[in-house]
């Protein structure tokens, strides 16, 4: 029973992805009609009253209302607001880092606006030169998120996901 401790992503009534829970947790949300299944997998869970499938993604039968609070600017937001992909060459199967558009000993501050995600490559190029000077373009001009669902920090951050996830979770973060 490969999937008995697997992960469930968890889809509020209007499909916004609000956590993750375990199976365990996931079966017995179906099992007292709090959620429905979504998405399974190929294995099934033999119960007393019938074989009921493994879950991948469920959503729940009724919405939770969660206000989004203001995002926090840290190193790991602006990432998350850029969805891990580099804002110069556009690659986000590499390492990143963070880049202050106008280095600091220009001016320029830790901000929303001063600050993207970047990889090693194009951060070693830039070095201590605006994107101008350096001959670099932003893909985007980098502002103040209005929300970022917290999910996907977890997703990112632990590498974790299924295949069947991705069409549930923001875009943005597999680019
Ligand atoms: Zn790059």
């Not at 992960?7 to 179906?30: E, S, W």
């Not at 929303?112 to 001009?141: F, Y």
């Not at 502002?143 to 979770?169: F, H, T």
């Amino acid at each position: 029973m490969q999937h008995r401790d697997g992960k469930v992503l968890v889809l509020n009534l209007d499909y916004q992805p609000i956590n993750i829970c375990g199976t365990r947790r996931a079966v017995k949300l179906l099992y007292l009609g709090k959620a429905e299944i979504i998405e399974g997998r190929q294995t099934y869970l033999n119960s007393p009253s019938g074989s009921i499938q493994y879950p991948s993604v469920i959503k729940l039968s009724y919405l939770i209302y969660r206000p989004h609070p203001e995002v926090k600017l840290s190193r790991k937001s602006v990432l998350a607001r850029d969805g891990y992909r580099c804002q110069y060459c556009g690659r986000t199967n590499v390492k990143m880092t963070i880049d202050h558009i106008v280095p600091r000993n220009k001016g320029g501050g830790f901000k929303w606006e001063n600050l993207v995600c970047a990889c090693h490559a194009c951060n070693a190029k830039k070095g201590d030169r605006t994107p101008q000077d350096a001959g670099m373009k932003l893909i985007s001009q980098p502002k103040r998120p209005s929300y970022i669902p917290y999910i996907s920090y977890a997703i990112v951050d632990r590498g974790m996901g299924e295949e069947d996830w991705r069409k549930y979770l923001p875009q943005k973060m597999y680019g």
